[in-house]
């Protein structure tokens, strides 16, 4: 059998896709805080909670409505997205003039809202939700056993991925959010609607965690705590990539999923924390994050 | 004595300062007597247990408060000073009680060091996810450290005696106990807020990079604010872990970084007594609750109570307080 540094070839490429399916939803998340952070210049502290909101909305979807899989990954994120645009148009605006930490303390109070309403209803324990039919079973490459489901996820969270990057760096949409990102003062008197565009960036952002929700829900037990534990890695993606580029997001976010996988393959018990040593490490040699703008 | 000296100063601004130092000086000395009557009063076991977090609280308030700081770490520290005081307690017999704070709460000022060090590089919202990203890998060392239990935690920690000599099995001794290291700690906050440093650090809140064209190295007032805000936390964690014998990882826990969050915020962030009071509400919340029918709820009301200070009560309840007195009497 082939060895890879002492590792079986099978095992190295296992956890290598695991890693990979792992950076996919960092990178996912990330990118949804960037987007958000870009225009609203908030922290959403919610973005774990509203990515467990997919999660749940397509399971309980399945469960009470029998809304199959694909229209799931379809309807969920736009019903939580519109869900996050009320959020901001009722909440979130209130103080938009404030100190944007208060945003981040907001968000806070309500992802403890949101987790703590449906632990009370379906407990910690998380349920299953099955793979859609089509993605049963794996494919052999010879040198390993990929399962199928994992491979939609890696192509369908990179098409979001760069679907995002299109829409934010080659459209009309896309061009007003980013001079709304570098001076939203000057936007507003040059006619754009500037607190639509938020309300819709926020939407769009929220849209985008619960999207990873639905991609998540047949991967990882669907419980209410799912996010919460994701969204501080995220926070160290984001803080290793920094929020300046979409491009650096999704790039920093599939690596740090590919790091952490060989940390599983060559030493297990850094698995959880070698993402933050590498923030401590980036933060120590470049403050500013490996993609950020210097301020 | 002070009225026989000459007055150099105007003499009404003079009189004035005198007059708010002495008013002030009184109103602490009716806390003091307060917290000397209280245990008599009310169920020294939940003084304490208000008294610890009012300590952590206000340990925070001078971060977030006094440099504009938000940490979402602060657990770490309240958690390591636990965690290595109730280590040190239940496997050194001969150790007593005040050694082992001490140790506590040095390991948490080291701790806050390093947090420092590394966080204090990123401002505003950065800083509070590099804080809680760090305090996520503490989690998971304490997670996996052979000496904390892991999801057990310490439990049977020995409260022993006071320097050897008085026994602090009663509660009311402990209660005492636990007073004093209250009133070191405030005291110690107290003297920071209204020192020259305090000012310094307040300017940097106002507006940094006026504070750096002055001339002051605002990372090194940070880093110091930061590591006297561990260490307190740290204080405060350990005097925990005497009082209820236990260290566990609902300390280390984000939702504490939180928790702590909301009480400074719900008491009013930059007043020395807010967070003694959002202390206060806080734990009684969650003492009445825990024993009501809406006991599982108690995160989601934490939440609804967070979003509301946020959206319409941003200055807490003492904060609100002044401003109605500043209007009405002066």
Request: include cysteine.
């Amino acid at each position: 059998m082939m060895m890879i540094f002492g590792v079986p070839m099978a095992v190295f490429m296992g956890q290598l896709t695991l890693g990979l399916v792992n950076g996919a939803f960092y990178a996912l998340l990330s990118l949804g805080l960037a987007v958000i952070f870009g225009l609203l210049k908030i922290v959403n502290f919610a973005h774990g909670a509203q990515y467990m909101l997919g999660a749940f909305a397509a399971l309980l979807g399945f469960r009470y409505l029998g809304i199959n899989y694909w229209l799931a990954l379809f309807l969920v994120p736009l019903v939580v997205g519109a869900f996050g645009v009320l959020l901001e148009r009722f909440l979130l605006r209130r103080i938009a003039h404030l100190d944007h930490l208060y945003g981040l303390l907001l968000t806070f109070g309500l992802a403890l809202i949101f987790e703590g309403t449906l632990v009370n209803f379906f407990g910690v324990s998380g349920a299953r939700y099955a793979t859609p039919e089509i993605f049963q079973g794996g494919l052999n490459l010879g040198f390993m056993f990929l399962p199928t489901y994992r491979a939609w996820v890696l192509v369908a969270a990179l098409a979001m991925c760069l679907f995002t990057w299109f829409m934010i760096e080659r459209t009309r949409l896309g061009a007003y959010l980013r001079a709304g990102t570098e001076n939203s003062q000057l936007m507003q008197a040059f006619g754009v609607n500037v607190p639509l565009l938020i309300t819709l960036t926020y939407g769009f952002g929220v849209a985008l965690a619960a999207f990873a929700g639905v991609l998540a829900a047949p991967l990882y037990p669907v419980s209410p705590t799912m996010g919460s534990s994701l969204l501080i890695v995220v926070f160290a993606v984001v803080v290793i990539g920094g929020m300046g580029s979409i491009l650096g997001a999704i790039i920093t976010g599939l690596a740090m999923g590919i790091i952490e996988g060989l940390t599983k393959v060559y030493y297990p018990e850094a698995a959880n924390t070698v993402i933050f040593l590498v923030m401590i490490l980036v933060l120590m040699f470049r403050p500013v994050g490996l993609f950020g703008k210097e301020a | 004595m002070a009225e026989s000296q000459p007055m150099t100063a105007p003499s009404a601004v003079v009189e004035r300062q005198k007059r708010a130092k002495f008013r002030r000086n009184m109103f602490y000395l009716a806390l003091i007597v307060v917290g000397l009557v209280a245990p008599f009063l009310a169920y020294p076991v939940f003084l304490m247990k208000v008294l610890c977090f009012a300590l952590f609280a206000c340990a925070f308030n001078l971060l977030l408060g006094y440099a504009g700081l938000l940490s979402f770490g602060h657990a770490a520290f309240l958690a390591t000073g636990g965690y290595v005081t109730g280590y040190l307690l239940a496997s050194y017999p001969g150790l007593t009680p005040e050694l082992g704070i001490i140790a506590g709460t040095l390991l948490a000022t080291l701790l806050g060091v390093v947090f420092g060090v590394l966080s204090i590089r990123r401002q505003g919202i950065y800083f509070a996810m590099v804080t809680l990203a760090i305090a996520q890998l503490v989690y998971f060392m304490f997670v996996q450290a052979p000496f904390t239990g892991g999801e057990d935690g310490l439990h049977g920690v020995p409260r022993g005696e006071l320097f050897g000599v008085i026994s602090l099995s009663s509660n009311l001794a402990m209660y005492y106990f636990v007073f004093a290291i209250f009133i070191f700690g405030f005291a110690l906050i107290q003297r920071t807020v209204h020192s020259p440093f305090g000012q310094v650090l307040k300017a940097i809140r106002e507006n940094e990079p006026r504070a750096v064209s002055l001339g002051y190295n605002t990372d090194a007032y940070k880093l110091v604010a930061f590591v006297i805000s561990a260490g307190l936390a740290g204080l405060a964690g350990s005097t925990k872990t005497v009082v209820f014998q236990l260290a566990s990882l609902t300390d280390a826990h984000w939702h504490m970084s939180g928790e702590v969050i909301l009480m400074t915020l719900l008491g009013g962030v930059g007043t020395l007594l807010g967070p003694l009071m959002g202390a206060g509400i806080v734990v009684s919340l969650q003492h009445i609750l825990a024993q009501s029918p809406l006991g599982n709820w108690v995160s989601v009301i934490l939440g609804i109570i967070f979003v509301v200070c946020v959206l319409s009560f941003r200055s807490g309840i003492i904060g609100e307080l002044d401003k109605m007195y500043r209007k009405n009497f002066k």
